[in-house]
């Protein structure tokens, strides 16, 4: 197979890939606002599925240094497809998380109306598919305007955190629920920080230039 061939088909295994950990995302998310435990097995056993793509996409990858020996614009997208695969597993890794999170919260009283939390996940989840869009058709412009974006999911965390500390306050009874919740957060946080991460990627593997610890801020 000739490298174009075999770089079409490492795209595709990447593609979809990220649709399974972004599926498995919404997935946890739904799970916790419809109180599902259906969707948390989906989203643990799907997990597996994640893994064995993260493996042969590794094993694609080094295929293709050791064999095909490619050279600049090649070798870079090589590169930057490694680290984009390390990001998308985390996102499926955090995903399980949230629906494990979501399990435990479930099983109780529901602690207070979901309205940031899913205004959180939709923010951290058009990261990831505008940084994957990015990186698939070298779209410089877009990739830093996801890097941008991950301050408003930040500000979603701090705004989360200190609504729920609120009832912590009040009852404290409230502190294992919240807690939850805050961690549910913090692993929207760290989703859209991989999708910051798939924006590096994409202006590397277009531009050459290392983008990381040069993040515009507003």
Sequence with gaps: MFLDDELRELKLKLSKMADIAIDMVEKSMKALIERDSDLIKMVVETDDAVDSLDNEIDSHCLRLCA???????????ILSSLKINIAIERIADNAVNMAEWAEKINKQPQLKPYIDLPAMKETSILMVKDALNAFFTKDTEKAKKVILLDDKVDNYEVQIIRELMTYVMENSENISRAIWLMSIARALERIADQATNIAEQAIFVTEGKIYKHHRERK
Excluded at 68 to 77: E, F, I, S, V, Y
């Design 67 to 77: 064999l095909k020996q490619p050279k600049a614009d090649d070798l870079r997208l």
